[in-house]
């Protein structure tokens, strides 16, 4: 029989379902490391990835009997797509299931950092409430606020619909333009990078993380920010420049950020740790149990699909 790793735990027991047709190595209480993983991949005929995992070059190379790469997650900035194909492995992702839990993170990190819900519970559990004053922690309204998005996709647009709720006016910046129903649906307007750092008053990340996207966020950017921007990451870490956001928070380029992805995870700057204008969360974007079960129910399907000759439902690339 064929083998198929599983290099970290999924919810519920999708795994079940392989086990008629594969030999299946489950790495089933941790995610494995990266030389354990690289060892495990040589004999495999397929593969479900996790996130923290790379799979590159070298990885393929030395996995020739290697068919599918099933990603557990939508970003596949992890793996070498391109070259996996080169060599006839299908890739595939979790998009779709996971849009609203991700979109919900986002505005719940809006929220918390613009409300300070952080800042105030934190005030309230170590003892420092020594009672109401009008100006206690005051934070900063959404209600009327122009929202940014930098990349449009699923979760983008679900962030877009959610906004609209807080009668927020949104923005977005996009590789491509969405159709103009889409846009009229959800009340977007359409304005290149310079537009979205001069107009937002909050910013969500939600791009991928790619040549062009790496390091976008640098000093220059921040310097083009208001200064009483507030500015969400739930894409990828590498996105932003993390020493000259801690320059740009120090200067008070920008009031507040809030980031669910680190640059280079799971380490975090002791300067970012120390501020009370920053949130930060563990990659929690698709963390619900609706999201996940779905996620881990799909890398599944997708490795059942390629050994039986279907073409799965989201194939990258
Ligand atoms: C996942 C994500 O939790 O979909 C993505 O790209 O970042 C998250 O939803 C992560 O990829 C888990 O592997």
């Not at 070259?83 to 991700?102: M, W």
């Not at 559990?125 to 940014?148: I, Q, Y």
Request: proline share 3%; with cysteine; glycine share 8%.
């Amino acid at each position: 029989m064929d083998k198929v790793l599983i290099t970290g735990p999924l919810i519920g027991d999708s795994v079940s379902r392989l086990v008629d047709h594969f030999r299946v190595e489950y790495s089933r209480n941790e995610v494995m490391n990266q030389a354990a993983f690289s060892q495990a991949a040589t004999d495999a005929w397929g593969i479900v990835t996790m996130t923290s995992l790379s799979v590159d070059r070298h990885i393929i190379d030395s996995s020739p009997g290697l068919k599918v790469i099933s990603n557990l997650g939508v970003g596949c900035d992890n793996i070498d797509v391109s070259y996996a194909q080169s060599k006839g492995i299908v890739v595939t992702n979790t998009p779709d299931v996971l849009s609203e839990s991700t979109a919900e993170m986002g505005m719940g990190l809006l929220l918390a950092t613009a409300r300070r819900i952080i800042e105030g519970d934190r005030m309230v559990k170590v003892g420092d409430f020594s009672g109401w004053k009008v100006d206690l922690l005051l934070g900063s309204e959404l209600n009327g606020k122009t929202l940014g998005i930098l990349g449009c996709g699923r979760i983008g647009q679900s962030i877009a619909r959610m906004a609209g709720g807080f009668e927020m006016q949104v923005l977005y910046c996009n590789r491509s333009r969405l159709p103009a129903k889409v846009e009229a649906r959800l009340h977007l307007s359409v304005v290149d990078f310079d537009g979205l750092l001069e107009k937002s008053d909050f910013l969500v990340i939600t791009a991928p993380l790619n040549k062009e996207s790496h390091h976008l966020f640098d000093l220059k950017t921040f310097e083009r920010m208001k200064a009483s921007a507030i500015l969400i990451n739930i894409g990828r870490g590498p996105v932003i420049k993390e020493v000259d956001l801690i320059a740009a928070l120090e200067t008070n380029l920008i009031a507040g950020v809030a980031l669910d992805v680190l640059e280079t995870p799971p380490s975090v700057a002791e300067q970012l740790k120390e501020r009370t204008n920053v949130t930060l969360t563990p990659h929690l974007g698709s963390a619900t149990t609706e999201a996940r079960s779905a996620m881990s129910d799909l890398v599944i399907d997708a490795v059942l699909d390629v050994h039986q000759g279907r073409v799965p439902n989201y194939v990258v690339g």
